[in-house]
């Protein structure tokens, strides 16, 4: 299989260190709640139990929580600051500060969620079968993640980069973003290991107040690795410049806001067997 049809990488995690920002994500929670829903809405049964995988400041594990009510759920990051965020929104729940890479379950849950996560990781031909090999007979894994690397919004990112004096630091960030698989990549690694497997895609449209929404969007991951490495009149200096270029990518509708397209790939692997 070409090197280019799966994440990049050996081993290590290729999401930022402890430096998430919660803020962003819940400043636009509504639109990041709807994938949640949308895939929730496709998981049959009653799970028992639930690991929300790489959970962030908490919107999958309170949408989790409403729909089963029942469930023991664990809210698993690597990050103390989303885990803090979690603890505050939902302290009742279990919590596990540890990477997804190293994570291994005590107990094999019904239910594996990983939204907007996995695609930080590399070697997902792997990762996935090793996620199925924990399940619990008739369990599922439910996976949505970004696929919007060939966005403006994401493009204009990697461009910037390349063009500026900050090019020799930033171009090695550029190279190193997680590439997801293929669709087929997904369905040839969980096929083998599935009873049935969904794969689909959605372009969610998000109207916006303006560039400078889509900017907020993305301080709080795509963003950071990118700026860390930056002076300050570097970041102010890349950060205009992607607003100008933000502008003439998305231009404005009728009531002044952006049209901004969201691309998600989703996949809903059930193991076989009978739940115990």
Same mark, same amino acid.
């Given at each position: 299989? #070409?090197? $280019?049809?799966?994440? !990049? ?12 920002? #919660?803020?962003?994500? @819940? ?15 496709? &998981?049959?049964? *009653?799970?028992?139990? &639930? ?19 029942? =469930?023991?759920? %664990?809210?698993?990051? %690597? ?34 969620? =990983? ?12 990762? @996935? ?6 399940? =619990? ?5 439910? &996976? ?17 980069? =390349?063009?500026?004096?900050? $090019? ?21 690694? @969980?096929? !083998?290991?599935? $009873?049935?497997? *969904?794969?689909?895609? %959605? ?18 991951? #795509?963003?950071?690795?990118? /700026? ?30 952006? @049209? ?7 996949? /809903?692997?059930?193991? #076989?067997?009978?739940? $115990?």
């Amino acid at each position: 299989m #070409a090197e $280019a049809k799966r994440p !990049p990488g050996a081993s290590a995690t290729q999401y930022p260190p402890d430096g998430w920002d #919660a803020a962003p994500y @819940l400043r636009f929670e509504a639109e990041h709640a709807q994938p949640v829903r949308d895939m929730i809405s496709r &998981i049959l049964g *009653e799970p028992r139990r &639930i690991v929300d995988l790489g959970c962030g400041p908490g919107i999958s594990s309170r949408l989790l929580v409403e729909r089963f009510a029942s =469930a023991e759920i %664990t809210c698993i990051d %690597t990050s103390s600051r989303m885990l803090a965020e979690v603890r505050r929104r939902l302290p009742t729940m279990r919590f596990e500060q540890v990477d997804i890479v190293t994570w291994r379950p005590n107990l094999s849950p019904d239910l594996i969620f =990983a939204n907007d996560a996995l695609h930080w990781l590399p070697d997902h031909e792997t990762l @996935l079968p090793r996620l199925m090999s924990y399940l =619990a007979g008739g369990g599922s894994l439910a &996976i949505q993640m970004p696929d919007n690397r060939h966005e403006p919004s994401h493009a204009l990112m990697r461009l910037i980069a =390349a063009d500026g004096p900050w $090019a020799d630091r930033l171009v090695p960030v550029a190279k190193t973003r997680g590439v997801i698989g293929t669709i087929a990549d997904y369905y040839n690694w @969980l096929r !083998p290991l599935s $009873a049935s497997i *969904e794969i689909w895609q %959605t372009t969610y449209v998000h109207p916006l107040s303006g560039v400078e929404a889509v900017v907020d969007w993305f301080r709080g991951s #795509a963003l950071p690795p990118f /700026l860390n490495p930056l002076e300050e009149r570097e970041r102010e200096q890349f950060l205009d410049r992607y607003m100008r270029e933000l502008s003439s990518a998305y231009g404005f509708e009728a009531d002044g806001r952006v @049209l901004f397209l969201y691309p998600r790939l989703f996949i /809903l692997a059930r193991k #076989a067997g009978v739940r $115990a």
